[in-house]
T-cell receptor, first 114, second 113 residues
């Protein structure tokens, strides 16, 4: 069985400061891990994905995430927050083959303070 | 390249009625997935279709069903609607391949009164 735990349901940062959204995973296999973003009343947009290549993954809009097997973590970071980053972020795990269901974390709402 | 499209955008039904939601995958994608995003319950996997066959389903009652057509588009049917079926229903598609990504549509907001 696989699962993800997003450690913070809500994160607030000031514009221009770093963003850290935390995610821990559990998987019986070598996992594929994703971060998706959902802006209000919108669908899900893929930010980045890890599929056993480089452990530091760069995504869109300046986001990146580091896969740490020893800590079973896949935290999402961005050096400098922008107002447009305000949204809900989901950490997601899939099995190695990626052809089954995605298992979503409960989400982290990111608020940017002007 | 066009993304995943879903229709309708919003759907309002009353208890006991049936709802039909539609999804068109990205061109070249053969797998379609359905997810439910209900308030307080998060995103839950509903159904997976590939090459016209249902491959997997989540923990939902049989009144949630669907199908995939030869052009790979898909339909989700919800019979005997209940108030708790009110949710955003998201469709995703994936191209053939072992580790590829699911791309999501904008969703259909279903409201059951």
């Amino acid at each position: 069985a696989q699962s993800v735990t997003q450690l913070d349901s809500h994160v607030s940062v000031s514009e221009g400061t770093p963003v850290l959204l935390r995610c821990n995973y559990s998987s019986s296999y070598s996992p594929s891990l994703f971060w998706y973003v959902q802006h209000p009343n919108k669908g899900l947009q893929l930010l980045l994905k890890y599929t056993s290549a480089a452990t530091l993954v760069k995504g869109i809009n300046g986001f990146e995430a580091e896969f740490k097997k020893s800590e079973t973590s896949f935290h999402l970071t961005k050096p400098s927050a922008h107002m447009s980053d305000a949204a809900e972020y989901f950490c997601v795990v899939s099995d190695f083959f990626g052809n089954e269901k995605l298992t979503f974390g409960t989400g982290t709402r990111l608020t940017i303070i002007p | 390249e066009a993304g995943v499209t879903q229709s309708p955008t919003h759907l309002i039904k009353t208890r006991g009625q049936q709802a039909t939601l539609r999804c068109s995958p990205i061109s070249g994608h053969t797998s379609v997935y359905w997810y439910q995003q209900a308030l307080g319950l998060g995103l839950q996997f509903l159904l997976w279709y590939d090459e016209g066959e249902e491959r997997n389903r989540g923990n939902f009652p049989p009144r949630f069903s669907g199908r995939q057509f030869p052009n790979y588009s898909s339909e989700l049917n919800v019979n005997a609607l209940e108030l708790e079926d009110s949710a955003l229903y998201l469709c995703a598609s994936r191209k053939p391949g072992a580790t590829d990504t699911q791309y999501f549509g904008p969703g259909t907001r279903l409201t059951v009164l």
